[in-house]
């Protein structure tokens, strides 16, 4: 295998959470490449929360200023694509889609997940704007609105007494599936909460903002924004092919690692993997300086 550079640290994916691990690993004067597809999960949010002292700020800042201060420590970023990974003597070997191929002793995957939505026609476009899946996220932004909550699965009730707590006009659109019965339809009724039968066609969008859904026997609910339940697909693949999240020598950062964290919980995670290379590498430094030793004192 023709290796083109090697680095102490490779990082797959330049988001909160791989930069920050590349932060940690630069200040330790680590040799750390990282490698970015350019396709952040928030890339459709205007704004990200509750990151403290970033409040409301852009998620393309936030990268932005990241991969400016990493750059201080020495850390190259370089926008391209992995597309293959394997293990190779010392540490892991990685094919790049320009075909090049780089090696590290160290690998942090930080390549975040894809969110699946209903497959409703519109909901997509609209995604990250006012098709919301997160209050802590973007509650605040929608307080007070009327909200729809498109029922996909068996916790559209829990997502609607979640965002009770935002505007006290909160409607589930079942959206084919059956009617909340017993404690359940309780809760909602307690909470003023009702629910539309049937299902839906299409979102509609006015002047680009949402204004309701459109259901199939032609009638429309009024809402302000909407509310889904996603399924985060992570693509595991350069994990598989490097043994697993036990594999040593391999840190899963970010919602790679957890899903349903936020940016600064993924920042968090970044940081303490980083940490956690840098010990271990030195380790493997003073292993390798200590028989280095003994053979010279021999």
Same mark, same amino acid.
């Given at each position: 295998?023709?290796?083109?550079?090697?680095?102490?640290?490779?990082?797959?994916?330049?988001?909160?959470?791989?930069?920050?691990?590349?932060?940690?690993?630069?200040?330790?004067?680590?040799?750390?490449?990282?490698?970015?597809?350019?396709?952040?999960?928030?890339?459709?949010?205007?704004?990200?929360?509750?990151?403290?002292?970033?409040?409301?700020?852009?998620?393309?800042?936030?990268?932005?200023?990241?991969?400016?201060?990493?750059?201080?420590?020495?850390?190259?970023?370089?926008?391209?694509?992995?597309?293959?990974?394997?293990?190779?003597?010392?540490?892991?070997?990685?094919?790049?889609?320009?075909?090049?191929?780089?090696?590290?002793?160290?690998?942090?995957?930080?390549?975040?997940?894809?969110?699946?939505?209903?497959?409703? $026609?519109?909901?997509?476009?609209?995604?990250?704007?006012?098709?919301?899946?997160?209050?802590?996220?973007?509650?605040?932004?929608?307080?007070?609105?009327?909200?729809?909550?498109?029922?996909?699965?068996?916790?559209?009730?829990?997502?609607?007494?979640?965002?009770?707590?935002?505007?006290?006009?909160?409607?589930?659109?079942?959206?084919?599936?059956?009617?909340?019965?017993?404690?359940?339809?309780?809760?909602?009724?307690?909470?003023?909460?009702?629910?539309?039968?049937?299902?839906?066609?299409?979102?509609?969008?006015?002047?680009?903002?949402?204004?309701?859904?459109?259901?199939?026997?032609?009638?429309?609910?009024?809402?302000?924004?909407?509310?889904?339940?996603?399924?985060?697909?992570?693509?595991?693949?350069?994990?598989?092919?490097?043994?697993?999240?036990?594999?040593?020598?391999?840190?899963?950062?970010?919602?790679?690692?957890? $899903?349903?964290?936020?940016?600064?919980?993924?920042?968090?995670?970044?940081?303490?993997?980083?940490?956690?290379?840098?010990?271990?590498?030195?380790?493997?430094?003073?292993?390798?300086?200590?028989?280095?030793?003994?053979?010279?004192?021999?």
């Amino acid at each position: 295998m023709d290796i083109n550079e090697s680095y102490d640290v490779i990082v797959v994916g330049g988001g909160a959470a791989g930069l920050s691990a590349a932060l940690v690993l630069g200040r330790s004067r680590r040799s750390v490449l990282v490698i970015d597809a350019g396709e952040p999960r928030n890339a459709s949010a205007d704004h990200m929360h509750n990151y403290l002292g970033r409040e409301g700020a852009r998620p393309a800042e936030l990268l932005a200023d990241g991969r400016e201060e990493v750059g201080r420590y020495g850390v190259e970023v370089r926008d391209g694509r992995v597309s293959t990974a394997a293990r190779a003597r010392g540490g892991f070997a990685l094919g790049l889609a320009d075909g090049s191929t780089v090696s590290a002793r160290r690998l942090v995957l930080a390549t975040g997940v894809v969110d699946v939505l209903p497959q409703v $026609p519109g909901l997509e476009e609209r995604f990250g704007r006012d098709v919301l899946h997160c209050p802590y996220c973007h509650g605040w932004e929608v307080a007070g609105l009327p909200l729809g909550v498109v029922a996909s699965g068996p916790d559209c009730v829990e997502r609607a007494l979640l965002f009770r707590q935002w505007s006290e006009d909160v409607v589930i659109l079942l959206n084919g599936r059956p009617a909340p019965q017993g404690e359940d339809a309780e809760k909602l009724a307690a909470r003023g909460i009702r629910w539309v039968p049937g299902a839906i066609a299409r979102v509609v969008v006015e002047d680009d903002a949402v204004t309701g859904v459109e259901l199939a026997d032609g009638g429309t609910v009024d809402r302000k924004a909407l509310v889904v339940t996603t399924v985060p697909i992570p693509d595991t693949t350069l994990l598989d092919a490097v043994g697993g999240p036990d594999a040593p020598g391999v840190k899963v950062v970010g919602n790679a690692a957890t $899903p349903y964290g936020g940016v600064l919980a993924s920042a968090a995670d970044g940081v303490m993997a980083g940490t956690l290379l840098n010990h271990d590498l030195v380790q493997e430094d003073t292993a390798a300086a200590v028989a280095e030793h003994r053979k010279e004192a021999a």
